[in-house]
């Protein structure tokens, strides 16, 4: 069965999502060797994100921690958050988020490669 989720490309990578409803989202995400997502926090969700493939670097509040396929790790709301591929093969990852909002305009930007605000 194929099915048509709504991709977007990133500079990083790109997110799809897989499945949203009022009161959670899940996203598949692909990191790219040697990129990294923006230090981030959100006031309106929390995140759940299991890697799939690869190994993953993740940063929650300053503290760095690495997580290998099968791994996960639960991002609090509030909590400024990143992960980095510091590797050669690509990160792919599953997040499901939980709140009261799923906006991308619910991302404050500490820090970005790419520029954005």
């Known amino acids: 069965m194929e099915h048509n989720y709504y991709t977007e490309q990133r500079p990083w990578g790109w997110f799809k999502i897989l499945l949203e409803t009022p009161t959670y989202k899940v996203k598949e995400l692909l990191v790219k060797p040697g990129q990294r997502l923006s230090y981030q926090l959100h006031h309106k969700r929390s995140e759940h994100w ?40 690509d990160i792919v990852f599953i997040e499901v988020q939980t709140g009261t909002y799923f906006g991308e305009d619910d991302i404050v930007r500490i820090e970005d490669d790419y520029n954005r605000v």
């Open 50 to 89: 299991l890697v799939v493939a690869g190994v993953a670097t993740v940063m929650l509040n300053d503290v760095v921690q690495t997580l290998k396929a099968g791994e996960s790790v639960d991002v609090p709301f509030e909590i400024k958050h990143r992960i980095i591929n510091n590797t050669s093969e």
